[in-house]
């Protein structure tokens, strides 16, 4: 589990609390694909709290959780044809 967060001061108090706690913690800048001012890069926290931990200080300091799933498409496949359709002419 990860939190972002945009505000440096935030991510530092968060990762003071979680160290308080006794857990670890890894900070990082997490650049958004297109981004160029390295300035505004946002911060990621990563750490071994319980997902309940991180989720309080992340809607406590403004950031968002990321639980680094990623969904894959769900339902069947689509029926797709396999030649274009003659609307015109009947085919041979």
């Not at 890069?41 to 992340?58: G, I």
Request: charge should be negative; aromatic fraction near 8%.
């Amino acid at each position: 589990m990860r939190g972002i967060f945009f505000d440096e001061d935030s991510v530092r108090e968060v990762e003071r609390l979680l160290r308080a706690q006794g857990y670890d913690v890894v900070l990082a800048r997490e650049p958004f694909a297109g981004e160029d001012d390295d300035e505004d890069q946002p911060w990621s926290v990563t750490s071994d709290a319980p997902a309940l931990v991180l989720e309080l200080l992340v809607d406590q300091f403004d950031g968002w959780l990321e639980d680094g799933t990623v969904e894959a498409p769900g339902g069947q496949p689509l029926d797709l044809p396999d030649a274009p359709r003659r609307h015109h002419r009947p085919a041979p």
